[in-house]
């Protein structure tokens, strides 16, 4: 699971996760592949993909339009698009260190979690 967002800008595939699947011998080449591009494979014979395509977009879209949303009040309060852009990314990676680290709700900021926890 990557964000390819831009045709000309490629992603960086290091601690991606990829579904490897087909016949033992392409599983154990792909595996292979993937290892050798940083990647992390997964062999998921079960897998529903249209959850698992449908998780993936929802992830990413919306990280990205959350991240819209914060820049446009980051120029509210007077902040140029390219700098909170500077900002908001590497929020956005300390926010998923802490859902690959923590897992969920762990990952949510201590106020936001300790709001979940109940008495």
């Avoid at 699971?1 to 595939?13: C, D, K, N, R």
């Avoid at 050798?36 to 998780?55: E, F, I, S, T």
Wanted: proline residues 7%; aromatic residues 2%; charged residues 20%.
């Amino acid at each position: 699971m990557i964000s390819f967002a831009s045709l000309e800008v490629g992603p960086t595939l290091t601690r991606g996760q990829v579904n490897v699947d087909g016949d033992p011998r392409a599983v154990r080449v792909a595996s292979r592949v993937a290892r050798l591009l940083g990647m992390r494979p997964r062999h998921l014979p079960n897998l529903d993909k249209v959850a698992y395509h449908a998780a993936a977009g929802m992830v990413a879209n919306g990280a990205a339009a959350l991240a819209a949303a914060g820049t446009e009040l980051l120029v509210r309060a007077s902040v140029t698009p390219k700098v909170a852009a500077e900002m908001l990314g590497p929020l956005l990676r300390s926010v998923a260190d802490n859902v690959e680290r923590l897992g969920l709700p762990a990952a949510l900021t201590v106020r936001c979690a300790a709001a979940t926890r109940r008495p």
